[in-house]
């Protein structure tokens, strides 16, 4: 070993490595031992399509997902869906329940109808999430209220050491737009103006096929000229 690599190694730790005096300085001081704990390489996942990006052209997915609550720093996703079309015919369908470390409230199996028994067994959120980033890589996304869905989706890629970085059209500001007449602009009240019908609320893919479907007919009927992504500005979640 030549003497300039010898000087590299001092008990286990490179010497002249570009961290080393950040984290071990000569006065002894240093990252406190919860900071080095934590202290993992991020990535960045990212997905941002040109302004001339034809909706008709690209694939299209609609997202959902269902939590154990709405705080997307102590609570946790336990489902997650996506419809994936292009043209708006559908081509794929990704799904999963995902097991939680939070006791589901009565409140939210009554909602969901998912029960803790249905999420025993299930994958971790961490590995279907790397299959749900598969899923949407090079697709633009599509989710009603999606502040919501991304800033649960967000968190726990951050918990991944992933920063998700991908701009999403929100059916909800679509529709506040669109339809200002309309007494409220939920999906349950969309679904009606539209007349269609859930398979499952409050169950990813059910809630999904109906975001699909009012996407479809907003831009059908009430907004034929929206057809590229630099037009969808205004209703993008960042």
Known sequence: MSERAAGRIHQGTLVYSMFHTVLFPPDGTGLPSEDMENLTLRRVKRFVPTGD?????????????????????????????????????????FDSLIASSIELTDDIVRLTGI???M???QPSVAEVLRKFLKFIEGSI?????????????????SQMGIDLEWPIICTLK?????????????LDTLARHYD???????????????????????????????????????????
């Open 141 to 157: 996304l599509v989710a009603h209220n999606a502040d919501f869905d991304m800033s649960m989706i967000k968190a726990a890629c």
């Open 174 to 186: 679509l529709a506040r737009e669109l339809l200002p007449d309309l007494e409220n602009k939920k």
């Open 119 to 121: 999420l025993k067994g």
């Open 115 to 117: 029960t803790p028994q």
């Open 53 to 93: 990006t034809h909706l008709y052209n690209v694939p299209i997915v609609v997202v959902d997902v269902e939590t154990t609550g709405l705080d997307p720093k102590a609570d946790q996703i336990i489902e997650i869906g996506a419809i994936k079309m292009i043209g708006f015919e559908q081509i794929d369908q």
């Open 196 to 238: 269609l019908k859930f398979e499952e609320r409050h169950r990813a893919i059910g809630d999904i096929k109906v975001t699909c479907g009012v996407f479809q007919q907003m831009l059908a009927h009430e907004a034929e000229d929206l057809t590229h992504w630099q037009h969808f500005k205004p209703f993008i979640i960042e």
